[in-house]
């Protein structure tokens, strides 16, 4: 049976990330993934916004064209909202290629990535007669503890288990690690669905097109993203609340969509999945492991970007683990702590709520009249421009008991 110090059950671009960090730290980690290839199966846009691009070393090859303009549009279509930055606030990259240069940092690191291989639970205290089930909880509703210093043993389909010391949930937005750990889980969501292309080149500069209509998208919106060389086509909402289910709002919305250029070829790809929009989850840790990412709930309430806050976490996420592995110290493990995360986006989550609630296409048209005043683009510009990150975490990674457990490492 193998050993390793941290499994990571999911290789996206959370799970990879936090794999190489712990990695670099020393630590043996092994990342496991129920797909064949970690560049199949994408089910994000891929847009990452400037301030990660700023503070995130990604590769430049798979970025595509900055796109300084976004459009909004009313549910008629007629007079978006245009607003203009002086930065490229926008890029577009090749997500399979991003999990591909993820892969090989992570290994490079000394990480062992295994794909192909499902996850089908874990239990406590291998070395005790049988363990302990952990995820089949009582009639009460209690789940067994984890106590520091056992050992869990993760189980998978046609596979031998893995013993560990550790186990970090990037396994997405209906993250089973999280309840197998005991952990938090997710319990509002949007649906959504995209299809990319290739583009005639030459066309029109690169732009962010959104619709907001609640008859294709509600509480959310519809997207055109195209930055020269693939468009990015798709919807997202409340699935209780979309006619006929995503695919067909999706079918609908391509057919006219603005700022949809001409396909280069065939037809592209088609993405979609489940987008927790709760906000950061309060309960992320515990002594047999931690989540990150969409099981982590980092997607933010308001625009449903998910790049930047997964890769903010996992930062955080890797130093509190590697800290709690080589110190033993319990208390290290509060340091990743939604609960302090959340207030950090208690006005987003607002917001959200208020999306949520809106039905009527002639309400969006009338709001449109207030976002076409100065003080409406200047709240629309903040929420799509702004450099505040989300969540902020530098201030916990300044810790001084996470700071010396870095030293010790």
């Known amino acids: 049976m193998q050993t390793v110090d941290v499994l990571v059950v999911g290789a996206g671009l959370a799970g990879l990330r936090t794999a190489r960090l712990l990695a ?143 186990v970090v949930g990037a396994d997405g937005a209906r993250s089973r690690v999280a309840r197998d750990l005991g952990l938090d889980v997710n319990r509002r969501f949007l649906i959504g669905a995209e299809i990319v292309h290739p583009v005639v080149a030459g066309a029109d500069a690169p732009a962010f097109h959104c619709v907001l209509d609640p008859r294709i998208a509600p509480g959310y919106l519809g997207w055109v993203v195209d930055d020269g060389r693939e468009a990015h086509v798709g919807v997202a909402g409340y699935a209780g609340a979309m006619r006929g289910g995503v695919r067909r709002a999706l079918d609908a919305f391509v057919a006219d969509a603005p700022g949809h250029p001409a396909a280069a070829g065939c037809p592209g790809e088609r993405r979609g999945g489940p987008i927790p929009v709760g906000g950061v989850l309060r309960r992320l840790a515990c002594p047999g492991g931690l989540l990150v990412g969409d099981a982590a709930g980092a997607v933010s309430p308001l625009t449903a970007g998910g790049l930047d806050p997964c890769l903010r976490m996992a930062e955080l996420a890797a130093a509190v683990a590697a800290t709690y592995l080589r110190t033993g110290d319990q208390r290290v493990l509060g340091r990743y702590d939604g609960g302090a995360m959340r207030s950090r986006f208690r006005g987003r989550l607002v917001l959200r709520r208020v999306f949520a609630g809106v039905r009527s296409p002639g309400a969006v048209e009338a709001a449109f009249g207030v976002l076409r005043g100065r003080a409406g683009r200047a709240a629309a510009a903040r929420v799509l421009f702004g450099d505040g990150s989300f969540p902020d975490v530098r201030a916990r990674l300044a810790d001084p008991a996470i700071r010396e457990g870095l030293m010790r490492g």
Not at 32 to 54: A, P
């Open 24 to 166: 670099e730290r020393g630590l043996r980690v092994l990342v496991v993934d129920r797909r064949k290839s970690v560049s199949v199966g994408v089910r994000t846009t891929g847009i990452f916004v400037r301030r990660t691009l700023d503070d995130f070393d990604l590769p430049e090859h798979l970025l595509g064209p900055g796109i300084r303009d976004v459009l909004l549009y009313p549910p008629s279509r007629r007079s978006p909202v245009r607003l203009t930055s002086e930065r490229d606030e926008f890029r577009v990259a090749d997500m399979g290629g991003v999990y591909e240069h993820a892969r090989r940092a992570a290994e490079s690191a000394g990480a062992r990535v295994v794909m192909g291989r499902r996850y089908a639970g874990v239990s406590v205290g291998s070395r005790s007669r049988g363990g302990v089930s952990v995820g089949s909880r009582s009639r009460g509703g209690v789940a067994a503890r984890f106590v520091g210093g056992e050992p869990v043993l993760a189980h998978f389909v046609d596979a031998e288990p893995v013993e560990a010391r550790f």
